[in-house]
């Protein structure tokens, strides 16, 4: 498992305060009625210190999914929830998928302002059994124009990574 958590600013111009992501709640809920399964990484304590708590989950095969991430900062009471502030900025945001060795895809369901994906909301479609990797990417200040990336493809998105984790997934 990795991850990286990283701030990002509002505006290039005025500094922004500092967003501590200390949860990542990743969502699936399947079209044809049944319980959700949710992949989870939690550090409250940020790097070294204390284990985080990873919960992930088994997907079916063939099968589709709506999906939706959380992105929360639990170190404070209460927690705050930094995915609607992503969501109101999400000109300058977008999540991508990653997934390794499994069979499974994703496409957007949701965009910004300019009609260009942000990927709070996906729909997931699993394929025959494998196993392997899910990693999600938040970018912040992404070149959303650039060849790709509407479709996911992180290779030339730039911008910063603002939280990086890696998942184990099966589908069986």
């Known amino acids: 498992m990795i991850i990286g958590i990283w701030s990002c600013e509002k505006d290039p111009q005025v500094p922004n305060e500092e967003e501590l992501i200390t949860t990542i709640v990743f969502t699936l809920t399947p079209q044809t009625g049944g319980d959700p399964v949710v992949f989870s990484f939690r550090d409250l304590d940020g790097g070294g210190g204390q284990d985080p708590v990873v919960v ?17 900062n639990e170190s404070v009471v209460p927690s705050i ?11 300058e945001h977008q ?8 069979n499974a895809s ?5 965009v910004d302002a300019d009609a ?11 394929g025959a059994s494998s196993d392997g990797q899910l990693t999600i990417v ?5 070149d959303k124009a ?12 730039g911008g910063e990574t603002d939280v990086e984790v890696s998942f184990f997934l099966e589908i069986e």
């Open 56 to 72: 992930i989950g088994q997907l079916d095969t063939n099968t589709v999914y709506d999906g939706a991430i959380q992105l929360l």
């Open 81 to 91: 929830d930094i995915t609607a502030e992503i969501a109101e900025e999400s000109l």
């Open 95 to 102: 999540f991508f998928y990653t997934y390794t060795d499994v």
């Open 106 to 110: 994703y496409v957007y369901t949701d």
């Open 116 to 126: 260009h994906p942000v990927g709070i909301t996906t729909r997931v479609t699993s």
């Open 138 to 142: 938040l970018r912040h200040l992404p």
């Open 146 to 157: 650039a060849l790709g990336v509407s479709d996911g493809d992180i290779a030339n998105a």
